[in-house]
């Protein structure tokens, strides 16, 4: 207890000072206080040095308070704890933003503890105690659970406590700077029962009620955030016995989740196998016109965009609400293919919905799965189809597309692919990823392509390319999904990172070489037509028209078109013209019609 004992002297001194010095020092908490408020991102030191500061203001005051109350050990206890994350977590060389959650997560926790062992054991100041421990339990919890989210709230809860220690030490300087002059001579009971005055009361108690309303709120989002991910039901996993071929039914159940009038669906599990020729299971849905058929019906194979990188990402697992019909794609040409009497295909994607690792952008794992889809759905015995089949995508759906029909010939030569229409495709994964720091969208996708090709790599590890002070944040960010207010938290969290993600070009050594791999260069035999908006600012036109460039160079027949004003979402829009040609060429892909080639 020595430590606690010197503590104890120092805050008996700050007491003593003259008020002018006291008025000074609050004015500089309230300064400092006020400045996180304004701008507490601007480094992970900076985070740091203001969260230690708070954890000592704290301490100290709850130190300082060891003789006027009577929970003389545990305020002192709480109070050392605090001093001890601070000097711990500015010590700590190279600190992350995980382990910096942790030790303030726990020390938040202790010292409400406290508060509510007071508010139960004590009359004085009780509600104003219980306030502050609920705050204080609650940060505690959602900083340890949600360690990049949080220390956002945090630092904003700790610059509101500061504001107001700050301003009620100024008060109190100012309302005893006259009756209170030598306080080394005010004996100790007297000073204690000296009544504390309303305006002071009413400053703390409001200061401990927006710190409460901040916690709740931000528990509220939490438990919202965590409702918005359902986890994948029992039917996406993998039974014991798995047939060893790719391309094999396992299972089927209705499928109900926005099929339009007139239709009905499926969710299927099937066998397909990976990059890496590991057999692999995964899940697609299936959409076909309730109207029967006198002959097998032609199949349109949707490949979906950039849902996320983890298994509640799947477009098949994720409510409604967080998406269109059926997973940003031009909905009026996809429900208007079924009023043809064609068969909507879907892949999720080896590792969503089902176990595994991620195939974001891994262009081999897509392909694969996306013609595996496609002979699964032909084994369900109440739909007949052709192998009659037109392949779509966008965004990583557009890669995946490609890929696709770059695959069918000898992975699925039973298959006859019609065309492949490939809407902004982030085919040039390499050119792609370079931008990412660039942009906001860019950092939220960064962590899906690391997940996935250190999950599919043996050679890539994600610590060669992200920060270890970061890791929590970008582990956080890889493991939540594309959609709705996931987006949003995400895009919070790295638009307010404490500095760079990365510590090394993710598209240099190895992570380099592997999304050179994923770039679809081989030939497609079917006609292929790729859509680019004129004003995407994720997937720039610079690096597609290289692409296309290339791809003309080495003798692809192709049809590319750029969109004026269409960015990456709106190419595919309904009023987009893409959309309304698409329709148009896909009638002429089944009906054998050439296209035209724009390579020259």
């Not at 931000?218 to 986890?231: D, N, R, T």
């Not at 996406?236 to 669906?265: F, M, W």
């Not at 370079?434 to 392509?449: A, C, D, M, Q, Y």
């Not at 307010?496 to 510590?503: D, L, S």
């Amino acid at each position: 207890m020595r430590l606690g004992s010197f503590l104890i002297r120092q805050a008996e001194r700050l007491r003593r000072l003259p008020w002018v010095a006291r008025l000074v020092l609050g004015l500089a908490v309230v300064a400092v206080g006020a400045l996180v408020l304004v701008n507490p991102f601007q480094s992970l030191t900076a985070l740091v040095a203001i969260i230690a500061l708070a954890l000592v203001v704290d301490g100290a005051a709850r130190i300082g308070r060891y003789r006027s109350t009577g929970l003389a050990r545990l305020q002192l206890v709480a109070g050392l704890i605090e001093i001890v994350a601070a000097i711990a977590i500015v010590a700590w060389p190279f600190i992350s933003v995980g382990t910096l959650a942790l030790v303030v997560g726990v020390s938040l926790i202790v010292s409400g503890v406290v508060n509510l062992v007071h508010a139960a054991t004590h009359g004085d100041r009780r509600l104003a105690n219980l306030l502050l421990g609920l705050a204080f339990v609650i940060f505690g919890v959602l900083v340890i659970v949600w360690p990049d989210v949080s220390l956002i709230v945090i630092s904003v809860a700790f610059a509101v406590r500061m504001l107001a220690f700050g301003v009620m030490v100024v008060v109190r300087a100012i309302r005893y700077r006259e009756n209170l002059p030598p306080q080394r001579d005010v004996d100790e009971a007297t000073a204690a029962a000296r009544p504390t005055p309303r305006l002071l009361r009413g400053l703390d108690l409001a200061g401990r009620v927006l710190l409460l309303v901040l916690a709740l709120i931000s528990a509220a989002g939490s438990v919202y955030l965590h409702q918005q991910l359902p986890e994948p039901s029992a039917f996406y996993n993998a039974p014991e016995s798995v047939p060893a071929t790719a391309g094999k039914l396992i299972s089927s159940e209705p499928y109900t989740q926005s099929v339009p009038n007139g239709s009905r669906g499926w969710l299927i599990l099937y066998t397909t196998t990976d990059v890496n020729d590991k057999p692999r299971v995964a899940s697609a849905f299936v959409i076909a016109p309730d109207a029967p058929s006198d002959t097998p019906r032609d199949v349109v194979l949707w490949d979906h965009g950039t849902e996320g990188a983890d298994r509640q990402c799947a477009p098949t697992v994720l409510p409604p609400s967080s998406l269109p019909f059926p997973f940003t794609a031009p909905i009026a040409a996809l429900k208007q293919q079924l009023q043809e009497g064609r068969v909507l295909v879907g892949p999720d994607y080896p590792g969503m919905g089902t176990a595994g690792a991620q195939s974001y952008l891994i262009g081999e794992n897509e392909g694969r799965s996306a013609l595996d889809a496609v002979l699964a759905a032909h084994q369900l015995t109440d739909l007949s189809l052709s192998n009659r089949t037109v392949v779509w995508g966008h965004s990583q759906g557009g890669q995946a597309a490609i890929w696709t029909g770059q695959l069918a010939a000898d992975y699925a030569p039973d298959l006859e692919i019609l065309g492949v229409a490939a809407a902004a495709p982030a085919a040039d994964a390499k050119g792609l990823i370079s931008t990412f720091e660039n942009s906001t969208i860019g950092k939220v996708l960064g962590p899906f392509v690391i997940r996935a090709f250190s999950e599919t790599y043996a050679d890539v590890d994600a610590l060669d390319y992200v920060d270890p002070r970061m890791f929590a944040i970008y582990d956080a960010a890889s493991r939540r999904c594309f959609a709705g207010s996931q987006t949003a938290v995400t895009a919070l969290t790295v638009a307010t990172m404490y500095g760079p993600m990365y510590t090394k070009d993710p598209s240099t050594g190895p992570l380099g070489e592997r999304l050179d791999q994923n770039k679809p260069t081989g030939p497609i035999a079917a006609p292929l037509f790729i859509a680019q908006g004129a004003a995407d600012p994720l997937i720039l036109p610079k690096v597609q028209e290289q692409y296309i460039k290339d791809r003309c160079d080495a003798g692809q027949a192709l049809r590319y078109e750029e969109y004026a004003g269409r960015d990456h979402l709106s190419v595919v829009a309904d009023d987009s013209p893409f959309s309304a040609e698409l329709l148009t060429w896909t009638d002429d892909r089944f009906a054998g019609k050439p296209q035209q080639n724009t390579c020259g």
